[in-house]
């Protein structure tokens, strides 16, 4: 049952910016640290960034870490991922989801099993 719709991924060279968003059902994510994961091809999806309820507290992966901004308003029940210094590497379908603590950390697992449509970014070098 998808809860979350996620928009605003496209073609963009390396070293370009872009920003990502996630709409959420208030009703199945009120109040819960929210997260961004992506999945390139042949890989398994693995955690990006990460937001607690009140935006007070972020976690990124090492390898997005000065690069990546998550941020939230739940007025809008919306969370967002500032992408800057693109990367190649980056490509990837990205994911939202609510987060729990993981083996990888805090606030990096996904909380629920299913997944929105994702949305694609491509990084040309």
């Known amino acids: 049952q998808v809860q979350v719709v996620e928009s605003g991924g496209g073609l963009v060279q390396a070293g370009g910016s872009m920003r990502l968003s996630c709409a959420y059902s208030?009703?199945?994510?009120?109040?819960?640290?929210m997260g961004w994961f992506r999945q390139a091809p042949g890989k398994e999806r693995e955690f990006v960034a990460a937001?607690?309820?009140?935006?007070?507290?972020?976690y990124y992966a090492d390898s997005v870490k000065g690069r990546f901004t998550i941020s939230r308003d739940n007025a809008k029940n919306t969370v967002y991922l500032q992408m800057n210094s693109l990367k190649p590497e980056d490509t990837a379908v990205y994911y939202c989801n609510a987060v729990r603590a993981g083996p990888a950390g805090p606030m990096t697992s996904p909380l629920y099993d299913y997944w929105g449509q994702g949305t694609q970014v491509t990084v040309s070098s």
């Open positions: 937001i607690s309820w009140t935006g007070a507290t972020t």
């Open positions: 208030e009703r199945t994510f009120n109040h819960y640290a």
